[in-house]
């Protein structure tokens, strides 16, 4: 069974849209959680992390965790065409990270 | 700033060869990993490293062997390249702690022909 669940896009919206990416996972042991940020032809990059339930907001993105359904959100708000990547979310709750696929994000002008 | 580099962007090599893709990270990180990225399918653990001269399998070692000799520097070897073998390959590395942020390398396009 897959620890991360994505859905892989791709999602495409117009400039200014607000934008929800999700993932699931199934173990209930994960602590920290993650969203990377992966340009075309670069390595993926930290965006945001945030530990056990609740909210983080940065500017424009704010991660959610749902522990009780094992649900993480990153929105965007005023999303922007450089906000176009692939993104992903990594658990973090065993020491070697798992990766899904990522959702590839698409924001047209 | 924070720094992993890899040896190349663009490698092309034939079904057979040899092939040693080189990171390295100038942030005393304990951990270093390889990941492979193909479309539909993500990045895929190859192998991860802990500490110098240890290594730990991931979930798709079929194929490949990792070096670590020195703390800074982590390689992946091809001991014989395969076309299935083509892909993105991802190198990253991270401190030896709870939160462990990676940071990942520019990737390696690997061809084989």
């Known amino acids: 069974q897959k620890e991360v669940e994505q859905d892989p896009g791709p999602l495409s919206v117009p400039e200014g849209a607000i934008v929800s990416l999700n993932c699931t996972y199934s173990?209930?042991?994960?602590?920290?959680f993650m969203w990377y940020r992966q340009y075309s032809r670069k390595g993926p990059e930290l965006l945001m992390y945030?530990?056990?339930?609740g909210n983080k907001e940065d500017g424009r993105f704010t991660a959610q965790v749902d522990k009780s359904s094992k649900y993480i959100s990153l929105f965007i708000r005023d999303s922007q065409p450089s906000d176009s990547a692939t993104y992903l979310c990594?658990?973090?709750?065993?020491?070697?990270?798992?990766f899904g696929r990522g959702t590839s994000l698409i924001v047209h002008p | 700033d924070v720094k992993v580099t890899q040896s190349s962007r663009y490698l092309v090599k034939r079904t057979g060869e040899k092939v040693f893709l080189e990171c390295v990270q100038d942030?005393?990180?304990?951990?270093m990993f390889w990941y492979r990225q193909d479309p539909g399918l993500g990045l895929r653990l190859i192998y991860f490293?802990?500490?110098?001269?240890?290594?730990e399998k991931g979930d798709i070692p079929e194929g490949y062997s990792v070096s670590r000799e020195k703390k800074e520097r982590f390689s992946l070897i091809l001991e014989s390249a395969s076309t299935n073998q083509t892909s993105m390959y991802l190198c990253?590395?991270?401190?030896?702690?709870?939160?462990?942020?990676?940071?990942f390398g520019p990737g390696t396009r690997l061809t084989v022909l």
């Open positions: 990253a590395s991270s401190r030896q702690v709870s939160y462990n942020e990676q940071f």
């Open positions: 173990n209930s042991a994960f602590q920290y």
């Open positions: 945030t530990y056990s339930s």
């Open positions: 990594p658990h973090r709750g065993s020491y070697i990270p798992t």
């Open positions: 942030m005393d990180h304990e951990n």
């Open positions: 490293s802990y500490d110098v001269k240890m290594k």
